[in-house]
T-cell receptor, first 116, second 114 residues
Framework: GNSVTQMEGPVTLSEEAFLTINCTYT??????LFWYVQYPGEGLQLLLK?????DKGSNKGFEATYRKETTSFHLEKGSVQVSDSAVYFC???????????????FGKGTKLSVIP | NAGVMQNPRHLVRRRGQEARLRCSPM?????VYWYRQLPEEGLKFMVY????????ESGMPKERFSAEFPKEGPSILRIQQVVRGDSAAYFC????????????FGPGTRLTVT
């Protein structure tokens, strides 16, 4: 079955530090990969996505590259801000494999705290 | 264009009571999904519905839980005879026809069972 493993938090960084949150996956097919962000008290918002190998998703200064050879989709940002403090979820769907096309599989989430 | 709406945002129920959670999808979206987020966990798929049809309920507990998406009105997730283990955040998502992987999430309902 499909699964997503992401680095455990919490992660605490100073403002303007470099961020990496690791995410690896297992999937039987050819998944699409996503990063969602959950700000305190809110629902999940799609941050970025990539649908095929070597694609790079990017948004709001965040980037992640779909690496098929390492089955990874690590999230990076060059300079974090206090407003980036949130929980980040890596997720996948598998558009070609029946239920996997709509059942998003999530990692457990990584809590990021950015201090001034 | 309003996003996915869920209400209530917070719901407190005593053990044995019923909980009803509502979800209005984004305008133009005909597919609805419910996920549950237990503390310190990622979201877990529960059920996928289209108007008047349950497409996949494989993630939903067999007892006490039910879901519907009527022709008119919001989707409802119903939990009968709640227990403390039902305490969680319940998220609804919706997607447009033919794009099930593009799911837009609501703010969630946080259910607390006392």
């Amino acid at each position: 079955g499909n699964s997503v493993t992401q680095m455990e938090g919490p992660v605490t960084l100073s403002e303007e530090a470099f961020l990496t949150i690791n995410c690896t996956y297992t999937a039987t097919g050819y998944p699409s990969l996503f990063w969602y962000v959950q700000y305190p008290g809110e629902g999940l918002q799609l941050l970025l996505k990539a649908t095929k190998a070597d694609d790079k998703g990017s948004n709001k200064g965040f980037e992640a590259t779909y690496r098929k050879e390492t089955t990874s989709f690590h999230l990076e940002k060059g300079s974090v801000q206090v407003s980036d403090s949130a929980v980040y979820f890596c997720a996948l769907s598998d558009p070609r494999s029946g239920a996997g096309s709509y059942q998003l599989t999530f990692g457990k989430g990584t809590k990021l705290s950015v201090i001034p | 264009n309003a996003g996915v709406m869920q209400n209530p945002r917070h719901l407190v129920r005593r053990r044995g009571q019923e909980a009803r959670l509502r979800c209005s999808p984004m305008k133009g979206h005909s597919h609805v999904y419910w996920y549950r987020q237990l503390p310190e966990e990622g979201l877990k798929f529960m059920v996928y519905l289209q108007k008047e049809n349950i497409i996949d309920e494989s993630g939903m507990p067999k007892e006490r839980f039910s879901a519907e998406f009527p022709k008119e009105g919001p989707s409802i997730l119903r939990i009968q005879q709640v227990v403390r283990g039902d305490s969680a955040a319940y998220f609804c998502a919706s997607s447009p026809q033919g794009r099930a992987h593009e799911q837009y999430f609501g703010p969630g309902t946080r259910l607390t069972v006392t």
